[in-house]
């Protein structure tokens, strides 16, 4: 297959109550689209049944499907920073397992880039989340942008774009502790948001990762 114009990255962490959700949907999303594409999951050492689920969906879509498999779980920022290295696409999504952002909103996304912008945030439009979850992003906001100077209106937000020349940049950079987002949006020449959905999540529990999300 020749390179795909699109590769969409997603971590993947003890899942297995809305991966089904997630292919029923992302699949059909990204056909409408008519853009060539592949998926990239990274499973960050799930101890349910994602990995088995992820090899289902590889053997019915193995064409646009790639699956990446830690041995154990080393977080988001390095599940993504995986995701980058094995993706080919001139462009790359990132986008969360659990659908807090709606697959369906990555062709907004990629329409913006069509204007030639090289990185696309999101900003999540109608928050779902209860009101300290909110309350605590606003904060985390405001404390990664004193750390990294960058002003970015939805810092939380999973679901963005880069260009190959940013994520090329990400991995020759072999940065391990900087946020992904604000570095990817200090290499930016033209960067553009996006308001886009949320939902919130769909499953009744979160897992808690075992090291903080940075990605």
């Given amino acids: 297959m020749s390179d795909p114009e699109v590769s969409v990255v997603i971590p993947v962490y003890n899942e297995e109550d ?5 292919f029923s949907r992302l699949y ?18 799930s101890r349910d049944r994602s990995p088995a689920m992820l ?3 590889y ?3 193995p064409e646009v499907t790639r699956v990446v498999l830690f041995n154990g779980n080393f977080g988001q920022h390095m599940a993504i920073m995986a995701g980058f290295e094995y993706c080919r696409g001139a462009r790359v ?5 659990d659908l807090q952002n709606p697959p369906e909103e990555i062709g907004n996304l990629l329409a913006k880039m069509d204007e030639g912008h090289d990185y696309v945030g999101s900003i999540r439009r109608r928050r779902q989340d209860v009101a300290w979850r909110r309350w605590a992003s606003k904060a ?22 880069y260009s190959r020349d940013i994520v090329d940049a990400l991995k020759a950079s072999r940065e391990v502790s ?5 570095l990817a949006y200090s290499y930016a020449q033209n960067p553009a948001e996006v308001e886009v959905a949320h939902e919130g999540g769909r ?6 990762r075992s090291t903080s999300s940075s990605a």
Avoid: W
């Avoid at 900087?178 to 604000?182: K, L, V």
């Avoid at 499953?203 to 808690?208: G, K, M, Q, Y």
């Fill in 18 to 22: 809305v991966l089904e959700a997630l």
């Fill in 28 to 45: 059909p999303a990204l056909d409408a689209l008519g853009r060539r594409y592949e998926i990239v999951f990274v499973n960050d050492g």
């Fill in 55 to 57: 090899r289902e969906q």
């Fill in 59 to 61: 053997q019915r879509r």
């Fill in 93 to 97: 999504v990132t986008l969360d397992a």
């Fill in 140 to 161: 985390m906001n405001r404390l990664r942008e004193r750390l990294t100077h960058i002003k970015m209106t939805d810092q939380g937000c999973m679901l963005r774009a």
């Fill in 178 to 182: 900087t946020y992904i987002p604000a």
């Fill in 203 to 208: 499953r009744a529990s979160r897992n808690t």
